[in-house]
């Protein structure tokens, strides 16, 4: 079956632009999240949403970063006036659930490498 | 911050058994240990988890020691295709607000021919 996807791929943007991008989950999947991961170094949290809801948004790292799921299934990370240290690979991941599992099986989407010049 | 320690990297021949550690002292009596692997230019995937006991499934084993502060990743026969980053995760129950992994920098697993 289908995976979770992300779009774009790759993007690049300039300093103070603001950006986008896109998750999809597997479907019925109904947790969420939001991870970046810079070179050398393992995925950092950033948002947990639990169906349309942030759970836990305690990893984002400044106003400038919001993220909304309105219907429960895609969610878009929002980045304004990026700067070059927002530069990073954004991952995506869903799960069934708190109220599926016990435990907490994340299935990771290939990601989105953002590049900020 | 993680809450566990892994070697850098390791080596391995392919065929043989990978073994890879993690410390993980001040794990808490309801967390859960996971391991992840990330292969290059993927996101990372999931390979099993465990409490007190030892687990195994399809792609590999996991052994807790009893005072549960170590655990030890089997790869019974590697490949090349496991050749990833693998993380060791201490994570609580799933459910309410506890949702997110926090990953350390793992270890740098390469399989050689």
């Known amino acids: 079956g289908a995976g979770v996807s992300q779009t774009p791929s790759n993007k690049v943007t300039e300093k103070g632009k603001y950006v986008e991008l896109r998750c999809d989950p597997i479907?019925?999947?109904?947790?969420l999240y939001w991870y970046r991961q810079s070179l050398g170094q393992g995925p950092e949290f950033l948002i947990y949403f639990q169906g349309t809801g942030a759970a836990d948004d305690s990893g984002l790292p400044n106003d400038r970063f919001f993220a909304v799921r309105p219907e429960g299934s895609v969610s878009t990370l929002k980045i304004q006036r990026t700067e070059r240290g927002d530069s990073a690979v954004y991952l995506c991941?869903?799960?069934?659930?708190?109220?599926?599992?016990?435990?907490?099986?994340?299935?990771f989407g290939p990601g989105t490498r953002l590049t900020v010049l | 911050d993680a809450k566990t320690t892994q070697p850098t990297s390791m080596d391995c021949a392919e065929g043989r058994a990978a073994n890879l550690p993690c410390n993980h002292s001040?794990?808490?009596?309801?967390?859960?240990v996971y391991w992840y692997r990330q292969i290059h230019s993927q996101g990372p995937q999931y390979i099993i988890h465990g409490l007190k006991n030892n687990e195994t499934n399809e792609m590999a084993s996991l052994i807790i020691t009893e005072d549960r502060k170590s655990s030890t990743l089997i790869l019974p026969h590697a490949t090349l295709r496991d050749t990833a980053v693998y993380y060791c995760i201490v994570s609580p129950p799933y459910g309410g607000s506890q949702g997110n992994l926090i990953f350390g920098k793992g270890t740098k697993l390469s399989v050689k021919p």
């Open positions: 991941a869903s799960s069934l659930g708190s109220g599926y599992s016990s435990y907490n099986e994340q299935f």
């Open positions: 479907s019925g999947h109904t947790a």
């Open positions: 001040t794990i808490s009596g309801n967390e859960y």
